[in-house]
């Protein structure tokens, strides 16, 4: 069990932190803050810098702490949180069904991020 954890909690939670360094860097292919922020704006999620920092902070530093396995509830929170505003302001009106563009992957990974919130960590956890 605590490895299956572990694993679940590596890739899910360096995957998040991925997508917020691609809103925050740039890196691994995402437009940085000013690119991202110009999509949000056009979404109506405005102002879009400061927004495009806290949805990048919510999942670089939730991404790493669920990863990590540390200070669970807080990683949830952050990151139900983008999820929920992604599901809200994208992907509710296309439905539920990904090749839609609907919020099925969204939820998917709230339930993954919420059932090992609500587990625990396991056995394998930096500290």
Known sequence: MNAGLLIIRLVVGLLFA???????????????????????????????????????????????LFAGGVFLPIAAVLLIGTMFVAILKVHVKNGLWVTSNGYEYNLVLIAVVLGVALIGAGEYTLF
């Open 18 to 64: 991925g997508h917020g360094a691609q809103k925050l860097f740039g890196w691994f292919g995402g437009y940085g803050i000013k690119g991202t922020a110009g999509w949000m704006e056009s979404i109506g999620i405005k102002p879009g810098v400061p927004m495009v920092v806290l949805a990048g902070l919510a999942e670089l530093v939730g991404g790493l």
